[in-house]
């Protein structure tokens, strides 16, 4: 178990080449930290939600091929983080336990169906992936920054998160560019990020902290 004092305040960088707007509060770190446990549970869930969002964009859009292979290695990888959250979860004694819901996508969700100014069916599921795993990239960097330093299986899992970041940082250029491909407009995709950019702030501060990923 953490002491406060072992806890690292996450570094004004941690939004540092993501397209994210707003870091998230030092303060979620914190109580993440101190509950890892129920963290990683979360977690868990989030990267079978990946793996099954990207199969999800196979199947939808047949009419798409250039999806398939990009999307294929991006289910391998997500379900090999959620294998090793699962490795890491039965280590300290927790079980999966049932999915939770998912308040962030699906205040993300809403606010695209909302203001129907987006980029189409495909384009906006690529946005929607884009900034989950730029978030998750985010909340991962200061987690490892968090948890540097420290011993034990707290300080491994401080490793794992320094690794999954760069995973997601991949992952969301990796919509991006599908998303640019797709529509063949590369200056209308980066106006829509800057616009989702604002809405995912906004959503971010209104979302209150607890030990989630999002
Ligand atoms: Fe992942
Ligand atoms: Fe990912």
Do not use: T
């Given at each position: 178990m953490l002491d406060s004092n072992s806890i690292r305040p996450a570094p004004a960088a941690s939004i540092e080449g993501l397209p994210l707007k707003r870091a998230t509060s030092p303060e979620w770190a914190t109580i993440a930290t101190k509950e890892l446990d129920t963290l990683l549970i979360d977690h868990a869930w989030c990267e079978y939600k990946a793996a099954s969002a990207g199969l999800g964009l196979i199947g939808r859009y047949p009419e798409h091929p250039q999806l398939v292979r990009p999307?294929?290695?991006?289910?391998?990888?997500?379900?090999?983080?959620?294998?090793?959250?699962?490795?890491?979860?039965?280590?300290?004694?927790?079980?999966?336990?049932?999915?939770?819901?998912?308040?962030?996508?699906?205040?993300?969700?809403?606010?695209?169906?909302?203001?129907?100014?987006?980029?189409?069916?495909?384009?906006?599921?690529?946005?929607?992936?884009?900034?989950?795993?730029?978030?998750?990239?985010?909340?991962?960097?200061?987690?490892a920054s968090a948890l540097e330093g420290v011993d034990g299986p707290d300080g491994e899992l401080g490793v794992f998160y320094a690794r999954l970041a760069e995973a997601e940082a991949r992952h969301w250029e990796t919509f991006r560019e599908l998303a640019i491909e797709a529509l063949g407009d590369a200056p209308r995709v980066h106006a829509r990020i800057e616009e989702v950019a604002g809405m995912e702030a906004e959503i971010i501060a209104e979302l209150p902290l607890g030990p989630r990923m999002h």
């Open positions: 999307m294929l290695a991006l289910v391998q990888e997500e379900m090999l983080h959620f294998r090793q959250c699962v490795d890491r979860i039965e280590k300290r004694g927790g079980r999966l336990g049932a999915i939770p819901s998912d308040r962030y996508v699906k205040a993300l969700r809403g606010r695209f169906v909302g203001e129907g100014r987006g980029l189409g069916s495909l384009g906006d599921m690529l946005m929607i992936n884009a900034f989950v795993e730029a978030r998750s990239c985010e909340r991962f960097r200061m987690l």
